[in-house]
């Protein structure tokens, strides 16, 4: 039988305030995880994500520049240790190089 969407918002909702395990209040209300599984996804769009949000107020924030490299691994072969203050022009130029290679 196929349930509309009220169906499912009484579930996911019934199954959030439970306390329960997806599994458990699948079984006690002859459900299958996957499709609660599934809505509860769903119905976590946009409109939860936004409800979540909470404004701040501005911070000054002071340049702290790392003393250490990020490292970061091409194409599986090479280490790249970008240190703070490095031009992004010469970044462009060795992943230039390194992607000819490939």
């Known amino acids: ?7 499912w918002i009484r579930h996911v909702e019934g199954w959030r305030t439970s306390g329960l395990s997806q599994s458990t209040y699948c079984r006690r209300h002859h459900l299958t995880k996957g499709t609660l599984g599934c809505w509860s996804s769903k119905l ?13 107020g501005h911070a000054e924030v002071k340049d702290q520049r790392p003393s250490c490299p990020i490292e970061l691994v091409v ?8 240190w703070p203050g490095m031009e992004p022009g010469h970044m462009r130029d060795v992943l230039s190089v390194l992607e000819s290679r490939s």
């Open 1 to 7: 039988m196929k349930h509309d969407r009220k169906f």
């Open 44 to 56: 976590k769009g946009p409109q939860a994500a936004a409800a979540k949000l909470v404004e701040v």
């Open 75 to 82: 194409l599986g072969r090479y280490l790249l240790r970008l």
